[in-house]
C-alpha cells in the first residue's frame, strides 16, 4: 500500500509564498520520482514541478526561478519520501489545486489535492 498526502495550501495575496508538502509513504524506493500537478476548474491537470533521483528537476515555464521542489533526504531511510514545493511572488494565475504524484515501482499514486488560492 502507498499513500500520497499533500498539505501547505491556503490563501496568499499575490506576491507572497506559500510551501507545499507532499509525503508518499508505504512499499517505497528511497527517492521515488514525484512530481507537483496543478488543476484548475475546466482545464486538464499540468505539471507544475517534477523531481527524480535526489536532485533531478523539471519546471513549467511559467514557474521557473519562483518555484522550487526539492527532497527531504532525511525521509529516505524511513519508510516515506517528502518532498516540498516552495512558491515564490505568487501570480493570481499560479492559483488552483495541486497535486502531488508519486511514480512507484511503474505505478502512479496520488494525492487528494490541497487548495491554492492567490488573491488580494
Known amino acids: 500500500q502507498v499513500q500520497v498526502v499533500e498539505s501547505g495550501g491556503g490563501l496568499v495575496q499575490p506576491g507572497g509564498s506559500l510551501r507545499l508538502s507532499c509525503t508518499a509513504s508505504g512499499r517505497i524506493p528511497s527517492s521515488p520520482g514525484m512530481g507537483w500537478f496543478r488543476q484548475v476548474t475546466g482545464k486538464e491537470r499540468e505539471l507544475v514541478a517534477g523531481i527524480a533521483g535526489l536532485r533531478t528537476t523539471q519546471y513549467a515555464e511559467s514557474v521557473k526561478g519562483r518555484f522550487t521542489i526539492s527532497r527531504d533526504n532525511a525521509s529516505r531511510d524511513v519508510g516515506k519520501s517528502v518532498v516540498y514545493l516552495q512558491m515564490n511572488s505568487l501570480k493570481p494565475e499560479d492559483a488552483g489545486v495541486y497535486y502531488c504524484?508519486?511514480?512507484?515501482?511503474?505505478?502512479?499514486?496520488w494525492g487528494p489535492g490541497t487548495q491554492v488560492t492567490v488573491s488580494s
Open positions: 504524484k508519486a511514480r512507484i515501482y511503474g505505478s502512479d499514486f
